[in-house]
């Protein structure tokens, strides 16, 4: 993992070979989840170059972000139900 420097207010920080990165809350059009409940929701927004982002309502300051493919993967994972059971 490796940090870097960042305007104030903002963390900057990427996991090498991992495939994505955290940084700070940069200006998106975030969207919830369908299925949020009145609290720990989730949302995502589309980045104009090409990469998706996710975060949680209660911490918008942390930022995951993730290639399309990544994110198209991880959908489809999701939908087939690989992540029901992530500890059998």
């Known amino acids: 993992m490796s940090t870097g420097s960042a305007a104030a207010g903002q963390m900057q ?3 090498q070979g991992a495939g994505m990165s955290f ?6 059009r975030w969207r919830k989840s369908t299925r ?3 609290n720990g929701c989730v949302e995502v927004a589309r980045r104009v170059e090409g990469t998706v982002s996710v975060r949680d309502t209660e911490d918008t300051a942390t930022i995951l972000s993730f ?4 994110w198209r993967r991880f959908t489809e ?11 059998k």
């Open 67 to 70: 290639r399309s493919d990544e």
């Open 23 to 28: 940084q700070g809350t940069p200006s998106a």
């Open 13 to 15: 920080l990427s996991m």
């Open 77 to 87: 994972d999701a939908k087939d139900g690989r992540f029901d059971h992530p500890l």
């Open 36 to 38: 949020c409940a009145s």
